[in-house]
């Protein structure tokens, strides 16, 4: 399966007090990188919601934290796709350090919702061809 990588520098503002990621972020920068697949696959999250009348939502998350990431620490989001349904999309996604250790690991399951009712509906015939490609 094709990994697609993300990179993501940690600000202030995303530390605690003592200049350690906060937990919850390596959720944030999860879900810019898994946009950024996306985009790098021809879908804008903008225009599927426009055209489409269609949204991603979280179903599942289980993150597993190792190590911390600190201030200015440059990082690498992969994301990888492990499974794709008619209406979901199961990633297996990592954040590493510059040297390579893993810092943040996890299973994420997102599923197509329409916009209005927020209930599941099959992915756009657009992207089920293309996950045929990176799968």
Known sequence: MT?????????????????VVYYANYLKFM??????WLRD????QDQLLKNEGLVFAVR???????????????????????????ASIDFEQAVTNET????????V????ADAESLRPRPLP?????????VG
């Open 125 to 133: 015939s657009a992207i089920l061809s293309e996950l045929k490609h």
């Open 100 to 107: 390579g250790d893993v810092l943040c690991q996890g299973r």
């Open 60 to 86: 599942r998350v289980s993150l597993e934290y190792l190590k911390p990431a600190r201030l200015n620490d440059l990082l690498t989001v992969g994301v990888r796709m492990i499974e794709g349904g008619a």
């Open 3 to 19: 990994e697609f990588n993300w990179t993501v520098r940690v600000y202030y503002e995303d530390t605690d007090a003592g200049g």
């Open 41 to 44: 696959l021809g879908f804008e």
């Open 109 to 112: 399951k997102i599923v197509c």
């Open 31 to 36: 879900e810019r990188a898994r946009t950024e």
